[in-house]
Structure formats: C-alpha cells, structure tokens
C-alpha cells in the first residue's frame, strides 16, 4: 500500500542533543512537507521541498535543518538551537502541483527532557 | 504572509445537533482543502473547493466556498461521536508548494 512513513512514532531528548525524524513516502509525489503542531496552534510549515536537492524555508525554520537527496526521503533534524523542539511533527507529500490533496504520515512526538 | 482565520476555536455539541466551523480570509482565496484530525491522529483530506459559491456534500458534510472566494464553511448535519475531532480549511494561495491552514475548530460530541 502506498503511503508515508514516518518514525519513530515517539522520540524523548535531553536538552543540547540534534535529534533527526524520518520521513519516506512510496507515492511517487514530488512535492514533501515538514509541520510542527502545537496545541490551539493549528500546523505550522517549517521547511518545504518541491523537487530532489532544493528545498524552502516555511514559517519556522529556525533550529531546524532538512535534506532532499532522494525523491522518497525527506528527513529533518531538530537542532539544538531549537529553543522549544517539544512538539508534534508531521510530515506530509503531494503531487506538488496548486491543487490536489496533501497525504500525511502518522506523525512523530518529539519530547525533550 | 497569508492568513486563513478560523472560527470557533472549540465547539462542544450533543449528539444529533448541527455544527459549523468557518475560514475566512482577508485575501481572495485560491482554492480551500478541508482537513480532519482525530484526537491522537494525523490530518486526513476531506475535499477541495476551487470554484466560486460551490457547494459539495459528503453525506452529513456541506462544504461551501463563498461568492466572493474570501470564505468558506464546512457543516455537519446531526453530528455523531463519530464527527469528534479537529477540523481544519487550509488554502493553497498563490505560492507553489504552500498550504496555509487555520488554526482548526476543535469538536467535541456528547452522547
């Protein structure tokens, strides 16, 4: 079945440390997506990529780096820099295009201690 | 950047009454996605309106995009603890690759 894969589903930190979420998708989409939600604050793009190696910043790309070296695969890396990584992240693919629907992963819960 | 605004933040309803949440925007809108989340879920697509004043039903859902293309609304009709969750418009605005999404209507059904 064709879908997106995200892990680990639960990741816990300590303060200072880089932690990277997985991200792959089979459905062959161009486009892929990283959103951070928070309570009450709806989802929030932090990085966008359109195409294999480019990528944009969205809203809240501080502290946070990502790599598009393969279509499937889009990870991201929450740096130390984050100053409040504690979140709901999740990633999402479509075909990239100004309209059609966006296909989410499970998500990842990222705790720092 | 753009903003699509969403109203009510939190709606609670008993079992078998109607519910609405609304996305407005100040900037004509390009096209609005409906999204909904289950508590402990991920975002699943609903539908997509493009067109001017189009309405589209999904059983119990009414969509509706406004006339003007600066609003739109999703409706459901005796709603059951099935329809608990978050709902969420999101437009595609006029940058590729962009999809700005309310803040989403948290609803809550009892039974």
Known sequence: DGGITQSPKYLFRKEGQNVTLSCEQNL??????WYRQDPGQGLRLIY?????????????????????????SFPLTVTSA????????????????TTGELFFGEGSRLTVL | GQQVMQIPQYQHVQEGEDFTT?????????NIQWYKQRPGGHPVFLIQLVKSGEVKKQKRLTFQFGEAKKNSSLHITATQTTDVGT?????????????YFGRGTQLTVWP
Do not use: W
């Open chain 1, 28 to 33: 062959n989409h161009d486009a892929m997506y």
């Open chain 1, 82 to 97: 984050q100053k409040n990584p504690t979140a709901f992240y999740l990633c999402a693919s479509d075909r990239g295009r």
């Open chain 2, 22 to 30: 609304y996305c407005n925007s100040s900037t004509t809108l390009s």
């Open chain 1, 48 to 72: 966008y990529s359109q195409i294999v190696n480019d990528f944009q910043k969205g809203d809240i790309a501080e502290g946070y780096s990502v790599s598009r070296e393969k279509k499937e």
């Open chain 2, 87 to 99: 709902y969420f418009c999101a437009d595609r605005g006029s940058t590729l690759g962009r999809l």
